[in-house]
């Protein structure tokens, strides 16, 4: 029998891996349409207990195909603006390389809309790989066929091949069967690592799994999937959720989520002219979407049925246009002039946020406060991270989703000091939604 460890024992009990239809586990109860009949993430944590560690490999001398994802944002010159996926990837790398196994590489670049076009080339990543691994890194010039099998034919065990960029074929995106052939046909045993594309049920993240019977997670992708899942999951209350972002609509199915599982919830960014919208009040300029006023009122009522205690700024940072030189004051969210936008959450609301924060033992955050890219705009943002941190060094679980949270913290320097940084935005908003990753389906034995 295959030995199974699983990566999180929240409960003895081995689930066969999924039901018929995971969607049919949400049918929604008569009357409140925010209450789920399951616990969706208590079910997907069960699911994580049937998926193996890389560690649990017996890779000697065996060539490893790697799904990573180092889609890492290039200046024009080639350089690397920011290596965080692939410096969290190291570890899997390394932990192949030094059992001996031959490392292949699998990872796309940018949109290069299934044509080769070398802009999208991952030949500077490999370059920048070879800075940061004392290991031998190899570059095939193409991810299938002759040009990757002489590559890997000519490695070492311990040495590593990173092939071209994936999305160089549209039938990655595709998750076509005879490009899945063309790749699996490389290597002897799969892993994935990379959490940031396992939202998507791509040729490398699900399709190629299953022509291996040695499958697993990497560890990147464990450690992103643990914060997340004990976060959710398991919470260590209370437990606050902040959400924030441009509109209410890419947020909705979280806040629904979330629901069920925080004991308070703020919200800042954009999304919270559509709540005022929604309790008549006068919203100026600001961003509004006037389609998802009646639904930011059924999200208040559910709250309150639900006992959540969900907060709505008391004051915004409001400008007379859309620009950092723009003329600023801070009102009352109830007194935004026509003419006016709110671009931040104000001072008393920084306040009342920190003080939620502060009295946390777990902490998710997805969404900037305010248009923080501009500096007169980003002191809310600011202050949620400034209160992330105190909370981390005061014991709090801090989870950040990826996005622009992310970058956020990485701007203001700070992402040392909380619990964890995702490296998928798409992947853990996702996540946060109750919603199945391909990429993590594929591995459950
Ligand atoms: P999202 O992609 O929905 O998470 O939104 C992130 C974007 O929301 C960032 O680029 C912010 O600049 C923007 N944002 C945050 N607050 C506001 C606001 N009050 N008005 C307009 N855009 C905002």
Same mark, same amino acid.
């Given at each position: 029998?295959?030995?199974?460890?699983?990566?999180?024992?929240?409960?003895?009990?081995?689930?066969?891996?999924?039901?018929?239809?995971?969607?049919?586990?949400?049918?929604?109860?008569?009357?409140?349409?925010?209450?789920?009949?399951?616990?969706?993430?208590?079910?997907?944590?069960?699911?994580?207990?049937?998926?193996?560690?890389?560690?649990?490999?017996?890779?000697?001398?065996?060539?490893?195909?790697?799904?990573?994802?180092?889609?890492?944002?290039?200046?024009?010159?080639?350089?690397?603006?920011?290596?965080?996926?692939?410096?969290?990837?190291?570890?899997?790398?390394?932990?192949?390389?030094?059992?001996?196994?031959?490392?292949?590489?699998?990872?796309?670049?940018?949109?290069?809309?299934?044509?080769?076009?070398?802009?999208?080339?991952?030949?500077?990543?490999?370059?920048?790989?070879?800075?940061?691994?004392?290991?031998?890194?190899?570059?095939?010039?193409?991810?299938?066929?002759?040009?990757?099998?002489?590559?890997?034919?000519?490695?070492?065990?311990?040495?590593?091949?990173?092939?071209?960029?994936?999305?160089?074929?549209?039938?990655?995106?595709?998750?076509?069967?005879?490009?899945?052939?063309?790749?699996?046909?490389?290597?002897?045993?799969?892993?994935?690592?990379?959490?940031?594309?396992?939202?998507?049920?791509?040729?490398?993240?699900?399709?190629?799994?299953?022509?291996?019977?040695?499958?697993?997670?990497?560890?990147?992708?464990?450690?992103?999937?643990?914060?997340?899942?004990?976060?959710?999951?398991?919470?260590?209350?209370?437990?606050?959720?902040?959400?924030?972002?441009?509109?209410?609509?890419?947020?909705?199915?979280?806040?629904?989520?979330?629901?069920?599982?925080?004991?308070?919830?703020?919200?800042?960014?954009?999304?919270?002219?559509?709540?005022?919208?929604?309790?008549?009040?006068?919203?100026?300029?600001?961003?509004?979407?006037?389609?998802?006023?009646?639904?930011?009122?059924?999200?208040?009522?559910?709250?309150?049925?639900?006992?959540?205690?969900?907060?709505?700024?008391?004051?915004?940072?409001?400008?007379?246009?859309?620009?950092?030189?723009?003329?600023?004051?801070?009102?009352?969210?109830?007194?935004?002039?026509?003419?006016?936008?709110?671009?931040?959450?104000?001072?008393?609301?920084?306040?009342?946020?920190?003080?939620?924060?502060?009295?946390?033992?777990?902490?998710?955050?997805?969404?900037?406060?305010?248009?923080?890219?501009?500096?007169?705009?980003?002191?809310?943002?600011? #202050?949620? &991270?400034? /209160?992330?941190?105190?909370?981390?060094? @005061?014991?709090?679980?801090?989870?950040? =989703? +990826? %996005?622009? $949270? #992310?970058? &956020?913290? /990485?701007?203001?320097?700070?992402?040392? @000091?909380?619990?964890?940084?995702?490296? =998928? +935005? %798409?992947? $853990?908003?996702?996540?946060?939604?109750?919603?199945?990753?391909?990429?993590?389906?594929?591995?459950?034995?």
């Amino acid at each position: 029998m295959r030995n199974i460890s699983p990566l999180f024992a929240y409960d003895t009990q081995i689930w066969t891996p999924y039901p018929p239809s995971f969607s049919s586990q949400k049918a929604l109860l008569p009357n409140n349409p925010f209450i789920f009949e399951d616990d969706i993430y208590s079910f997907l944590s069960r699911i994580l207990l049937m998926i193996r560690s890389v560690t649990d490999l017996d890779v000697q001398g065996k060539k490893v195909l790697v799904r990573v994802d180092f889609n890492v944002p290039l200046h024009e010159d080639g350089t690397i603006t920011d290596d965080k996926r692939i410096v969290e990837s190291l570890p899997t790398i390394e932990n192949l390389t030094s059992r001996g196994a031959i490392v292949i590489l699998m990872s796309h670049l940018g949109r290069p809309k299934g044509k080769r076009n070398l802009a999208y080339s991952l030949a500077p990543v490999a370059a920048h790989l070879r800075t940061l691994t004392t290991a031998h890194v190899h570059f095939a010039d193409d991810c299938i066929g002759e040009a990757a099998q002489s590559v890997i034919a000519s490695a070492n065990p311990g040495d590593i091949v990173l092939l071209e960029n994936v999305r160089f074929y549209a039938e990655e995106e595709a998750n076509d069967a005879d490009f899945i052939k063309s790749l699996a046909h490389l290597g002897d045993m799969y892993v994935n690592d990379a959490f940031g594309t396992a939202h998507r049920a791509h040729a490398t993240t699900t399709g190629i799994a299953s022509h291996f019977t040695e499958r697993a997670a990497g560890l990147l992708m464990q450690k992103e999937l643990q914060y997340l899942g004990d976060a959710l999951g398991k919470p260590q209350r209370p437990f606050t959720a902040i959400l924030g972002g441009s509109k209410v609509s890419g947020k909705i199915d979280v806040i629904r989520q979330l629901m069920n599982s925080c004991d308070t919830i703020l919200i800042g960014g954009g999304m919270m002219f559509t709540f005022y919208k929604a309790m008549g009040y006068e919203t100026g300029s600001s961003l509004v979407e006037a389609d998802k006023v009646s639904l930011a009122k059924d999200i208040l009522d559910a709250a309150k049925a639900q006992n959540v205690r969900l907060l709505l700024p008391t004051d915004a940072v409001i400008a007379n246009a859309f620009s950092n030189e723009a003329e600023r004051t801070i009102v009352t969210v109830d007194h935004i002039p026509a003419g006016w936008m709110g671009l931040d959450i104000g001072p008393a609301t920084c306040a009342v946020y920190t003080e939620a924060i502060l009295s946390s033992k777990t902490i998710v955050w997805n969404g900037p406060m305010g248009v923080f890219e501009m500096s007169n705009f980003a002191a809310g943002t600011l #202050a949620v &991270a400034q /209160a992330l941190t105190q909370a981390t060094a @005061q014991g709090a679980i801090t989870v950040i =989703g +990826g %996005g622009d $949270s #992310a970058a &956020a913290i /990485a701007q203001f320097g700070l992402e040392k @000091q909380v619990s964890h940084v995702s490296t =998928g +935005g %798409g992947a $853990s908003l996702e996540f946060l939604e109750g919603k199945p990753l391909p990429g993590v389906e594929a591995l459950s034995l």
